[in-house]
C-alpha cells in the first residue's frame, strides 16, 4: 500500500496550442513504457459525464450528492460541488488511487505550484514569458526559443514522453527513503 501522493506534472499553454491532441499522443508512449497515467483536466464549462433520462442521472438531479455509476468496464464518482470555491488540485488529485498509477498529468491549471511543461507555438502570437513560472521544467514548442530550460519538440510526442520518463525517474530517486 502507497502512502506517497502522487507525481503531478502539469501540461500548460494558451488555449488552441495542442495541449489535448499532445496527450492523446504521449499518453500511449507512457503506457509503452510501463508507466501509468492519471489524468486532471480543468475546464471551464459546465460539464456533465452524465447523460439526460439515465436513472443515475435522474437520481442525481433528485438530490444526491454523490452518485457512483459502476460497469465491468469503468466506473466514475461524481461529486456535485454548488457551494465549493475554487477548485482545489491537491484534493482532486488525492481522488485517485496510488497504487494503480504512477503519474498524473494535469491538463490546466496554470497557476498551480506543481512541476509543468509549457507548450508554446509562436502562429497563435502570445508572449511565452506569460506561460512561465518558477515550475515550468521544459518547453515544448514548434521551433527554437530564447530560454535556458530544456527544449523539446511540441510535433515529437516521443521526445515529451521520454522528458517525462526522466522526470518521473528522478522524482522516484529524490523521494526514495
Known sequence: MSTRPLPLLGIT???STGKTTL???VIPLLRQ????VGLIKHTHHDMDVDKPGKDSYILRKAGAEQTLVASQQRWAL????PDSQELDLSYLASRFDPDSLDLILVEGFKSEPINKIALYRRILNRPL???LDKYVIAVASDEKLETT???LSINQPEQVADFI???LQNQQYSHAG
Open 23 to 25: 496527450l492523446k499522443k
Open 149 to 151: 530550460l530544456p527544449q
Open 33 to 36: 513504457r510501463q508507466i501509468r
Open 129 to 131: 514569458s506569460d506561460l
Open 165 to 167: 520518463v526522466e522526470w
Open 78 to 81: 461524481m461529486t456535485e460541488t
Open 13 to 15: 499553454a494558451y488555449s
